[in-house]
């Protein structure tokens, strides 16, 4: 029920056009990024995983809820605030049944970027509104949290995070190994008066 719930709250144009254009309108995972995310989470993803890009955290809780209480009510009060009516995303989701268990994997990706301790505060805050700090709240829904780059993230305070989310106090994370050999930017450049403006193309560090 969880996933077929989510499944309808999956409202984004971008996951049915690009979907549609690359001739897989349901996101199918591939066999290497299943071997590669179960080796990461420590449980085997089958080829029907549910998959979504830029899935609300309001679509999510608001599943689970409809889950843990099985009700279809208009209106739901929540005093917690985990319904915030804001446009927080997890980047990727991936969910799948294994036995009795709903696995929820949620990714984030960064490329060019990196994260910064109060960009990943506010997400884990958030986070563990929904799933506590153990991610024990829903009854067998087990949530998985990994981060996604080019290189390893660095100075995270993964410590502040909830158990849940991290492995021990060290980062969820894997290589996304796709990603452009020699990678630029362009950048704007201090015009040297007010009538013109310079830009240049620049390696991305």
């Known amino acids: 029920m969880l996933i077929e719930t989510s499944r309808s709250f999956n409202r984004k144009e971008r996951f049915y056009l690009v979907g549609k254009a690359l001739g897989n309108e349901n996101f199918q995972l591939s066999k290497a990024f299943r071997d590669q995310l179960g080796s990461a989470i420590g449980v085997s993803v089958p080829s029907s995983a549910f998959c979504a890009m830029d899935y ?3 679509w999510l809780y608001a599943a689970l809820y409809l889950q843990s209480h099985d009700s279809q009510s208009t209106i739901v009060e ?18 799948f049944e294994r036995n009795t268990i709903t696995h929820l994997v949620l990714l984030e990706a960064k490329g060019a970027t990196s994260w910064s301790n109060e960009q990943m505060r506010c997400k ?11 991610g024990n709240r829903f009854q067998d829904v087990k949530p998985h ?3 996604t780059s080019p290189r ?3 100075n995270l305070k993964e ?13 969820n994370w894997f290589e996304l190994d ?4 020699n990678p630029v930017k362009v950048t704007l450049v201090d015009p040297p008066n007010q009538l013109s403006k310079y830009w240049k193309v620049e390696p991305v560090p």
Do not use: A, Y
């Open 159 to 171: 410590e502040l995070w909830p158990l849940w989310m991290r492995r021990g106090d060290d980062t």
């Open 178 to 181: 796709k990603w452009p050999k």
């Open 124 to 134: 884990t805050e958030r986070l563990r509104g929904i799933f506590v700090e153990d």
């Open 152 to 154: 390893r993230p660095k």
């Open 56 to 58: 609300h955290l309001d």
């Open 145 to 147: 949290f990994l981060l």
């Open 78 to 95: 929540d005093s917690s605030g985990n319904i915030t009516g804001n446009q927080q995303i997890c980047v990727f989701l991936v969910s």
